[in-house]
């Protein structure tokens, strides 16, 4: 287990990155209120540290989103376009235990690089670790993280 009690995935997830988004917590509230305006809900949602004035900022969302998406994008894109790919699985880490557990992480990303699983996107709290890969290396994925967690 290992601080880990469940493995869970989803598979049809969309990425949407806005390089470069101006860093105030108006413009990341604005950038994600148009998406909750046109219904979508999002997930993974990530900020890079501040590179001056500018963050890069990514949030997930299921593929069937893809024309809503599209559509919002317009009033989203303030300053560079954004930039969207599809394809990949969502991997959830889940485990009560994890809030004592040290190493949960490593664990997670040592048995991934193992399985030649590349990362493209993780975001975690207290109870969980939520990874993006390519949903191509979702079965890998997931037998290298159950053999690694023992489940």
Request: charge should be negative; include cysteine; hydrophobic fraction near 45%.
């Amino acid at each position: 287990m290992y601080g880990v009690s469940k493995i869970t995935s989803e598979q049809n997830i969309m990425l949407t990155t806005f390089p470069a988004a101006h860093y105030s917590a108006q413009s990341l509230a604005e950038h994600l209120d148009v998406f909750a305006r046109a219904g979508i809900v999002v997930d993974m949602i990530c900020q890079s540290a501040p590179k001056g004035d500018s963050v890069d900022f990514s949030f997930t969302t299921s593929y069937k989103n893809f024309a809503a998406v599209m559509k919002a994008l317009p009033e989203a894109a303030k300053v560079h376009p954004p930039l969207i790919s599809g394809g990949y699985s969502k991997i959830n880490l889940y485990g009560e235990d994890m809030v004592t557990c040290c190493g949960v992480a490593s664990r997670a990303l040592t048995a991934l690089a193992g399985a030649n699983v590349e990362i493209a996107l993780i975001t975690t709290s207290d109870l969980d670790i939520s990874l993006l890969i390519r949903q191509q290396d979702e079965d890998a994925a997931l037998a290298a993280l159950n053999a690694a967690f023992e489940l």
